[in-house]
């Protein structure tokens, strides 16, 4: 168990210009989900996957958003033409997908939008 | 309506004594799940401890302790014998499992804990 892996760990980018975050589950885990956290708050939901399988989306994410999880294993999220509201904490997590199986975090990835 | 509600923005406990952190939730589901994070300031987010909605008795992790009052619709988390390394912020978080949303996960704002020499 080498844990949830995200990369990069921060990313300073230019506002209009489009970002990539990669996240490696724990390998038994077939749930992945990405959250988005700002400061003094908690982490707030984006989507979540279950094997290769996009099945849930937060009403609030914009169309500039987008996952995938093209083999059921790793994740991309990808944000198109950023803007400064999209400063924030991007954390991905993995879980089992039996019973209520607590969700394992990444150290995630830090946004800061110039 | 919030689905978790932490209101203590910040606490303060001497470093051995036990303290307790506050946190309501709001769900007409009857099978959920209520879980406790701990997020250092160096960001990951470490779980606690869990406890499922039909669990009569409350969940125990170690120096972690869930009180969980259903009737009451909360779930606080005691941390017994508070130690230096508990210093951190503390997320309640909640997962419904018959809602449209069964997969979400739902967390609170945090709690602030300073453990003091």
């Known amino acids: 168990d080498t844990g949830v892996s995200q990369d990069p760990r921060h990313k300073i980018t230019k506002r209009g210009q489009n970002v990539t975050f990669r996240c490696d589950p724990i390998?038994?885990?077939?749930?992945l989900y990405w959250y988005r956290q700002t400061l003094g708050q908690g982490p707030e939901f984006l989507t979540y996957?279950?094997?290769?399988?996009?099945?849930?989306k937060s009403r609030l994410l914009s169309d500039r958003f987008s996952a995938e999880r093209p083999k059921g294993s790793f994740s991309t999220l990808e944000i198109q033409r950023t803007e400064q509201g999209d400063s924030a904490m991007y954390l991905c997590?993995?879980?089992?997908?039996?019973?209520?199986?607590?969700?394992?975090f990444g150290d995630g990835t830090r946004l800061s939008i110039l | 309506a919030q689905k978790i509600t932490q209101t203590q923005p910040g606490m303060f406990v001497q470093e051995k004594e036990a303290v307790t952190l506050d946190c309501t939730y709001d769900?007409?589901?009857?099978?959920?799940?209520l879980f406790w994070y701990k997020q250092p300031s160096s960001g990951e987010m470490i779980f606690l401890i869990y406890?499922?909605?039909?669990?009569?008795q409350n969940a125990t992790e170690g120096r972690y302790s869930l009180n969980f009052q259903k009737a009451r619709k909360s779930a606080n988390l005691v941390i017994s014998a508070s130690q230096l390394g508990d210093s951190a912020m503390y997320f309640c978080?909640?997962?419904?499992?018959?809602?449209?949303?069964?997969?979400?996960?739902?967390f609170g704002t945090g709690t602030s804990l300073t453990v003091i020499p």
């Open positions: 769900t007409s589901d009857q099978s959920y799940g």
């Open positions: 406890q499922g909605s039909y669990d009569e």
């Open positions: 996957f279950q094997n290769e399988a996009q099945l849930e």
């Open positions: 978080a909640m997962r419904e499992v018959w809602a449209e949303t069964g997969n979400q996960f739902y």
């Open positions: 997590a993995s879980s089992w997908s039996g019973g209520m199986e607590p969700q394992h």
């Open positions: 390998s038994e885990h077939n749930r």
